[in-house]
């Protein structure tokens, strides 16, 4: 069921769109880790007279955790997703193979 499943994602061009969009969503966020201390730093100076405890008035990285966290976890399941769609696990009788051959070849 998994190979037919893996058949129709890769034939027809669903997996890549879906894998195109996770990437550019990981790249996205990652990109918004730059931006989201800046947009917090100007929230807190414009909203600064409303909030009763306005200690912290320059820019935190803070801020920009939850778009590294969302930024890795979608670029690391788009590799995942990658690996397991495009690229199948290795073939360890070829594997074994050819570890053999480097072993008896004497050159």
Not at 20 to 47: C, D, N
Not at 49 to 75: I, Q
Request: charged share 20%.
């Amino acid at each position: 069921m998994f190979e037919r499943l893996k058949n129709i994602l890769v034939s027809s061009y669903i997996g890549t769109i879906a894998l195109g969009w996770i990437f550019a969503q990981g790249i996205l966020h990652f990109a918004y880790i730059f931006s989201a201390p800046v947009v917090g730093w100007m929230t807190r100076r414009e909203y600064r007279g409303l909030m009763e405890h306005a200690t912290v008035t320059g820019f935190t990285l803070r801020d920009s955790l939850p778009e590294l966290v969302k930024s890795l976890s979608l670029l690391v399941i788009g590799y995942f997703l990658l690996r397991l769609l495009y690229f199948g696990p290795p073939d360890k009788q070829k594997i074994a193979e050819t570890s053999l051959e480097h072993k008896t070849d004497p050159s």
